[in-house]
């Protein structure tokens, strides 16, 4: 339909679908159960779903390792559950966003097994080969073609003694990087990519797609390569445009300053709507993410209020505190002890209160938080399961690195999602592939939509806010108090309407440092703390109190 600027209002739900809801009793999550669940999403009333990979893969790397793009894994259902996915969302006004992953592919796509079976085969420049290090013997320490280390730990270069030649891999050895600079693959993921529009789906989220183009020369440094603004620019023309539909796109971009995201999602090039950056996932650690740093205000506001102020005038921000490589927000940035509730809806009103494209992580919406991991063996991750063998084996304590993946391992945001109070919160009949949370007696979706008072319904208002106030898709946005350990505020303004955003990031009452003589007949738009009184709001910040005057 002609109006192309509907997404400006929307708010995408990521379901990571292993842990979504389980039809057949296997203990794992499939789209069966997806299906079944839309009432869910739909009484939130979110507009897209971002569906994490359900495609045919060795899930070395939890679906992120893909050996047939245009096939179903077994576990997840089939072809023609997807068809009735995208018809049972489309029959409630909303899309569906699938998730590309063209960086690499598994070392089990039919591509690759081509590709390495020998030197010469049509497909050996579908990857990247090379051959050892001058002058050493293959498959020896220090033979590797150069110093790349893996995001999973150890080499970047897997070695293949048939052919005596290395392939890149940036994330785990089942998962080789495609060569970009050969037009011949491009064509042939911009051919698959026609063939799910086809099929009606009405996005992409596009994993890491701004390390596909790298210089042949492969000299350090693969974060937005030459090529990549062309490529996508490319990808645009060849399958975006020209659909009946707008195609949402959003492209995950670690390591993308805001400067970069300006050419990336500026209109007028045509490469994408929006980007995902890391920089705000990125504040309370130090050069890994395991080196924990403490998280302070002032840094999470500069680098969301730059990034505010950056695309302010071109381009479009995406949104997130979670999603299922991050921890549980309100056990990182809130408090998920006593004031759990308070503080999960104080998020949600900071962040939905910005200017961009919400995402709503599964579970976000019912508070959900970390998960209290025991020993190692209680871990899935791959990420996680190589550091700490990686770790422990160069010497580290056992217990300091436990005590990091504890904190910021991906399988926190992995666990199943709490439907109810019975046993495995209703996410399966089977036995669960990960641990549900204990906390699911309390903290389940059941109870939190009987509650008038839940997360799950203070989301379900904020989106309500984006869908109905101007202001909040539209408004331009003011950081006020950077310096403020406690107080995170700012302002939004179109027109003649101003709203004002408080929240207290403590468990201490506050006086904002502000002068709010002018907000003093303000209407209290949103609180998250029930009023005592019709007077107004006192001027006092409550505990983990987040509200939204508009005047
Ligand atoms: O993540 C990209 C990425 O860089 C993350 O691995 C991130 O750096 C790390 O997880 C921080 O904890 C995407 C997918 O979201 C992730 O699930 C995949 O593992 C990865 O790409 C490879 O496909």
Redesign the pocket.
């Known amino acids: 339909d002609g109006n192309d600027d509907w997404w400006r209002t929307a708010v995408v739900y990521q379901v990571y679908p292993r842990s979504f809801a389980d039809s057949d009793g296997d203990g794992i999550g499939d789209l069966r159960g997806l299906i079944d669940c839309l009432d869910h999403l739909e009484l939130l009333g979110v507009d897209v779903v971002w569906l994490s990979p359900v495609y045919r893969s060795p899930q070395d790397?939890?679906g992120?390792?893909i050996s047939d793009y245009q096939d179903i894994g077994p576990t997840f259902g089939t072809l023609a559950d997807i068809d009735d996915l995208v018809a049972a969302l489309h029959a409630r006004g909303m899309r569906l966003m699938m998730d590309l992953?063209v960086?690499?592919t598994s070392d089990e796509h039919a591509w690759f097994e081509e590709s390495r079976s020998s030197p010469d085969n049509p497909k050996r420049d579908w990857y990247w080969w090379l051959p050892p290090r001058e002058g050493m013997a293959g498959g020896t320490p220090g033979a590797e073609p150069n110093d790349w280390a893996s995001?999973?730990s150890g080499s970047a270069w897997e070695y293949d003694e048939a052919s005596g030649e290395y392939y890149l891999h940036v994330?785990s050895r089942k998962?080789p990087d495609l060569n970009w600079e050969n037009p011949v693959v491009r064509e042939a993921i911009y051919s698959m990519m026609r063939w799910w529009l086809d099929r009606g789906v009405d996005g992409f989220r596009m994993?890491?797609i701004n390390l596909i183009s790298k210089d042949p020369a492969l000299p350090d440094g693969i974060v937005n390569g030459p090529r990549v603004h062309e490529f996508l620019a490319e990808m645009h023309r060849e399958v975006l445009a020209g659909r009946d539909r707008k195609i949402l796109t959003v492209g995950?971009m670690?390591g993308t300053t805001v400067e970069q995201a300006r050419l990336f999602t500026d209109p007028d090039r045509a490469e994408v709507d929006m980007v995902f950056t890391?920089e705000h996932v990125g504040i309370d650690h130090a050069e890994t993410?395991w080196d924990l740093i403490p998280f302070r205000l002032p840094a999470l506001k500069a680098v969301l209020g730059r990034w505010q102020a950056g695309l302010a005038d071109v381009g479009w921000n995406s949104l997130y505190w979670n999603?299922?490589?991050?921890p549980r927000a309100v056990s990182r940035f809130g408090d998920d002890g006593p004031w759990r509730v308070r503080s999960a809806k104080l998020l949600g009103t900071v962040l939905h209160l910005h200017r961009g494209t919400p995402y709503v992580y599964q579970g976000e919406e019912l508070g959900m938080t970390n998960h209290p991991f025991g020993g190692i063996d209680e871990f899935r991750d791959?990420?996680s399961l190589n550091h700490y063998a990686q770790a422990v084996g160069l010497g580290a304590d056992p217990e300091h690195v436990l005590a990091s993946l504890r904190s910021?391992g991906?399988d926190n945001a992995r666990t199943p999602v709490q439907w109810d109070d019975s046993p495995h919160a209703g996410f399966t009949t089977g036995d669960p592939w990960l641990p549900v949370d204990p906390h699911h007696p309390e903290v389940n979706a059941a109870a939190a939509i009987a509650d008038e008072h839940s997360v799950f319904h203070h989301y379900r208002r904020l989106i309500e806010l984006r869908h109905t106030v101007p202001v909040v898709a539209h408004g331009d946005f003011t950081m006020l108090l950077p310096d403020d350990e406690v107080v995170y505020a700012f302002t939004r303004s179109l027109d003649d309407v101003e709203l004002l955003v408080l929240a207290n990031f403590s468990g201490e009452p506050v006086q904002p440092d502000l002068d709010l003589a002018d907000w003093a007949d303000a209407e209290v738009l949103l609180d998250n703390v029930e009023p005592t009184n019709d007077d107004g709001w006192s001027g006092r910040l409550e505990p983990w109190q987040a509200l939204v005057l508009r005047r």
């Open positions: 790397d939890a992120y390792d992953v960086n690499h995001v999973f994330f998962q994993d890491v995950e670690p890391f993410k999603n299922h490589d991050q791959i990420e910021r991906r």
